[in-house]
């Protein structure tokens, strides 16, 4: 079946510009994750959404950025006025449920911020 | 807090010889444990996991990795590299005392020699 997709591939914004990147998880899988990698951090957990829980924010850097998640499914990131420290892949990921099932990756969003 | 060291940040490996990628965790409880691989400009692709049970574990692509909780390790292995193999790994621990999210490693990064 259809794996985890995202879009856009690449995005290149300017600095203090608003970007959305957007995350379709696997069908039916209830657990969604974003994630950072960069070459100074490497990879970095930023938010979980489960079912309809409230979602675990713990891992967002600044309140530039945020994240939804409507109708159990589609997941956008957004990240407001960015900066060039925001440049990362930005990789999204989905499980069928929380807890003791791995984690299945899209191929992420690589963004540029000049 | 939990963490993930991998203690090699390169490797270097001639095609039909031996691989062993180390991995280090710290992790307060019952640790899920993954692997998984990428390849350039892709996203992250799980080789194997453990949960539970049996400390060998059999992934895809011919790799297996042994948890020695003892040692709090869980190495990756394969017996005879191909030149696909070529890639960047990274070992990962989550579990429900995380909150679910994963902890990746700073990864280790293969070359294959013909």
């Not at chain 2, 807090?1 to 991995?23: F, K, N």
């Amino acid at each position: 079946g259809a794996g985890v997709s995202q879009s856009p591939s690449n995005k290149v914004t300017e600095k203090g510009k608003d970007v959305e990147l957007r995350c379709d998880p696997i069908s039916g899988h209830t657990a969604l994750y974003w994630y950072r990698q960069s070459l100074g951090q490497g990879l970095e957990f930023l938010i979980y959404f489960q079912g309809n829980s409230a979602p675990d924010k713990s891992g967002l850097p600044s309140d530039r950025f945020s994240a939804e998640r409507t109708g159990g499914s589609v997941s956008t990131l957004t990240i407001q006025r960015t900066q060039q420290e925001d440049s990362a892949v930005y990789l999204c990921a989905s499980s069928p449920l929380a807890g003791a099932y791995e984690q299945y990756f899209g191929p992420g969003t690589r963004l540029t911020v000049t | 807090a939990q963490s993930v060291t991998q203690p090699d940040i390169h490797i270097t490996v001639s095609e039909g010889a031996s691989l062993e990628l180390r991995c280090n965790y710290s992790y307060g409880a019952t640790p899920y444990l993954f692997w998984y691989v990428q390849s350039p400009g892709q996203g992250l692709q799980l080789l194997l996991k453990y949960f539970s049970g049996d400390t060998l574990v059999q992934g895809i692509k011919g790799f297996e990795a042994e948890f020695k909780r003892s040692q709090s390790s869980f190495n990756l292995r394969k017996p005879s590299v191909h030149w696909s193999d070529a890639a960047e790994y990274f070992c990962a621990v989550g579990g429900k005392a995380a909150g679910n999210k994963l902890t990746f490693g700073g990864g280790t990064r293969v070359l294959v020699k013909p």
